[in-house]
């Protein structure tokens, strides 16, 4: 089993910057991909972005250019970085990661995130 805490959301006015992190332990050695999702109120869970074991990169069109992911030293470390916030951004913030054999993913337990106008 892998369990996942995340940390650094907040409340930001828009514009502004916030980093996530989320640290994974466990069987972190078995861990494909490492993303994060997010969910708005009344709206479905969406990926916001995600790193491989290589280093392969997925982002959603809407934070493109404005978002970046990235995995610690260690791998067991994911970060997003995310500048320009916009209102839209708010949402509960879910960390995942993809095990490599079995694919079971593991979730977060969600970091809040809130842009104001």
């Known amino acids: 089993q892998v369990q996942l805490v995340e940390s650094g959301g907040g409340l930001v006015q828009a514009g502004g910057s916030l980093r996530l992190s989320c640290v994974a332990s466990?069987?972190?050695?078995?861990?494909?991909?490492m993303g994060w999702y997010r969910q708005a109120p009344g709206k479905q869970r969406e990926l916001v972005a995600r790193?491989?074991?290589?280093?392969?990169?997925d982002y959603a069109d809407s934070v493109k250019g404005r978002f970046t992911i990235s995995r610690g030293n260690a791998k067991n470390t994911v970060y997003l970085q995310m500048n320009s916030l916009k209102p839209e951004d708010t949402a509960v913030y879910y960390c995942?990661?993809?095990?490599?054999?079995?694919?079971?993913?593991?979730w977060g337990q969600g970091t809040q995130v809130t842009v104001s106008s």
């Open positions: 995942n990661v993809v095990m490599m054999v079995s694919k079971i993913n593991y």
């Open positions: 466990g069987r972190i050695f078995s861990i494909n991909a």
């Open positions: 790193i491989t074991s290589t280093g392969s990169t």
